[in-house]
């Protein structure tokens, strides 16, 4: 039996810490970037996956990939990786201007003005918001909401809560779409929209949340001034999560943050790593 010492479960019976051999995971792709010219739709969330009961294999070194977010100019975002696990990256979002459509990923970018909104992955996030304006990126919690019209840029889909690190976060929600009068709100580490021809208030996405980028309202060159465009997507996450009575990780390479919390021992990538058990 382990006993708990200072509200920490120390090793097992005999001062043996048990075998690893199931894990809880969360794993967030990067989000997309929000569109990048005219009437440019929010960027769509990374993909997310979280469950328990995940099986591992003693001695075997386990690759952590974190996605990127992606690119200030509707670029969709990269995938992460736990094992057999992969959260794909969000899709970023469609512009008028050029007539470019919201992009398909973990969660679909944002219609811009007249352009569709891109398709969420099963299981993973929704949708980004379609409409007859600019539409919010998808979240992982809902479909973006739609845009009707310029003047009002939509907000992204609802992320997503997870106590697995400790405290409860949100991850995974969708860019604002553009606006004249106002820019749609980025929900759970999405970005917000961008308001007007300066393009004021827009923001990119969250780090390590996965949250889509802010997409912008009028380009440079068709009477936009100040900042260019969308904004970036948030980049991605990996936790894993074990009772803390049983053995540490024999190694990682990297740095990830490592802590016992309550009844867990807690893993948080933030980089490319690897883990063995």
């Given amino acids: 039996m382990s006993k708990r010492v200072g509200g920490i479960l120390s090793a097992g019976r005999n001062g043996i810490n048990y075998p690893v051999?199931?894990?809880?995971?969360?794993?967030?792709?990067?989000?997309?970037?929000?569109?990048?010219?005219?009437?440019?739709?929010?960027?769509?969330?990374?993909?997310?996956?979280?469950?328990?009961?995940?099986?591992?294999?003693?001695?075997?070194?386990?690759?952590?990939?974190?996605g990127a977010g992606g690119t200030a100019s509707s670029g969709d975002g990269s995938n992460s990786v736990f094992s057999s696990i992969t959260a794909t990256g969000g899709g970023g979002g469609g512009v008028q201007s050029g007539a470019s459509n919201g992009r398909t990923g973990g969660s679909g970018g944002g219609a811009g003005n007249t352009t569709s909104a891109g398709s969420g992955t099963s299981g993973q996030g929704f949708a980004g918001g379609a409409g007859g304006g600019t539409g919010g990126g998808g979240g992982s919690g809902s479909v973006g909401i739609g845009g009707s019209g310029t003047?009002?840029?939509?907000?992204?889909?609802?992320?997503?809560?997870?106590?697995?690190?400790g405290s409860r976060v949100f991850y995974a929600g969708g860019g604002g779409g553009g606006g004249d009068t106002a820019g749609g709100l980025g929900v759970a580490g999405g970005g917000n929209g961008a308001t007007g021809s300066t393009n004021a208030n827009v923001s990119?996405?969250?780090?390590?949340?996965?949250?889509?980028?802010?997409?912008?309202?009028?380009?440079?060159?068709?009477?936009?001034?100040?900042?260019?465009?969308?904004?970036?997507?948030?980049?991605?996450?990996?936790?894993?999560?074990?009772?803390s009575y049983l053995a540490p990780a024999t190694s990682t390479t990297g740095s990830p943050e490592t802590y016992v919390t309550g009844f867990w021992r807690v893993y948080r990538f933030v980089a490319s790593d690897t883990i063995t058990f």
Avoid: F, K
């Fill in 21 to 66: 051999t199931t894990v809880e995971y969360l794993v967030v792709a990067g989000g997309g970037g929000g569109g990048s010219s005219n009437n440019g739709g929010g960027g769509g969330a990374g993909g997310l996956l979280s469950a328990t009961g995940l099986s591992v294999a003693i001695g075997t070194a386990y690759t952590i990939t974190i």
């Fill in 151 to 165: 003047s009002y840029g939509a907000n992204g889909g609802t992320g997503t809560a997870s106590s697995i690190s």
């Fill in 204 to 243: 990119a996405g969250l780090a390590n949340t996965g949250g889509g980028g802010g997409g912008s309202y009028l380009a440079t060159g068709n009477g936009g001034t100040g900042v260019t465009g969308g904004q970036a997507g948030g980049s991605g996450i990996v936790i894993l999560r074990y009772p």
